[in-house]
Nanobody, 124 residues
């Protein structure tokens, strides 16, 4: 089992940048594919980006491609989401998620473990 804690969300102006962090507690962090999701008010939670166990495979939602980079540091048991050119529609609670797998994959769904989320607000 892994416990996840997100941080780094805050108010930012449109066009700005933000780096979210997710710290994992538990063993064998390098056995988990990791992902970021977000949920805006009144909307369903949606996939943003994922990274495989080793950090060699990444996967992005079309609406964030070229604006977002997911990365991980297995020595620090952490995953990051670097966001640039932020838009008001990026306003949401951002969640970190983990999936224990032996495969080197970066899936868009099926994650079992979730953090509590961190609020990102982009002002126009």
């Amino acid at each position: 089992q892994v416990r996840l804690a997100e941080s780094g969300g805050h108010l930012v102006q449109a066009g700005g940048s933000l780096r979210l962090s997710c710290a994992a507690a538990g063993q064998s962090f390098n056995r988990y594919a990791m992902a970021w999701f977000r949920q805006a008010p009144g909307k369903e939670r949606e996939f943003v980006a994922a990274i495989d166990r080793s950090g060699g495979i990444t996967n992005y939602a079309d609406f964030v491609k070229d604006r977002v980079t997911i990365s991980r540091d297995n020595t620090k048991k952490s995953v990051y989401l670097e966001m640039n050119s932020l838009k008001p529609e990026d306003t949401a609670v951002y969640y970190c998620a983990a999936w224990n797998t032996v495969m080197y994959i970066a899936p868009t769904s099926g994650y079992r473990y979730w953090g509590q989320g961190t609020q990102v607000t982009v002002s126009s």
